[in-house]
Nanobody, 129 residues
Framework: QVQLVESGGGLVQAGGSLRLSCAASGRTFSTNPMAWFRQPPGKEREFVAAINWSGGSTYLVDSVKGRFTISRDNAKNTVYLQMNSLKPEDTAVYYC??????????????????????WGQGTQVTVSS
């Protein structure tokens, strides 16, 4: 059974940093893209960042570019989201996602929720002003 388990969320002041981790078990995703989404209070789940199988290509939503970094460690079957210069509008439940698809970012729109087959349970990030 495939599981994605997020950790690292919490309460932080504006301007602070957090590092989220997502550990996968049940199968390896070393040949598959992975991603982070978030769901702010009262809003729909939205794309944050994606990373290709090797970590050599990443794709981030404009609102987090320059502040967030996505990375992965295939030996640990884990993907990370480093979040710096956090803002109150970053407050959300953050979800890790994995897909069975293979291929580069040019072939598939990895910002779409429908692309992903597996989801974690989410971790809460709260940024106070």
């Amino acid at each position: 059974q495939v599981q994605l388990v997020e950790s690292g969320g919490g309460l932080v002041q504006a301007g602070g940093s957090l590092r989220l981790s997502c550990a996968a078990s049940g199968r390896t995703f070393s040949t598959n893209p992975m991603a982070w989404f978030r769901q702010p209070p009262g809003k729909e789940r939205e794309f944050v960042a994606a990373i290709n199988w090797s970590g050599g290509s990443t794709y981030l939503v404009d609102s987090v570019k320059g502040r967030f970094t996505i990375s992965r460690d295939n030996a640990k079957n884990t993907v990370y989201l480093q979040m710096n210069s956090l803002k109150p509008e970053d407050t959300a439940v953050y979800y890790c996602a994995a897909t069975r698809r293979v291929g580069g970012f040019g072939a598939t729109n990895y910002a779409l929720k429908s692309v992903y087959d597996y989801w974690g349970q989410g971790t809460q990030v709260t940024v106070s002003s």
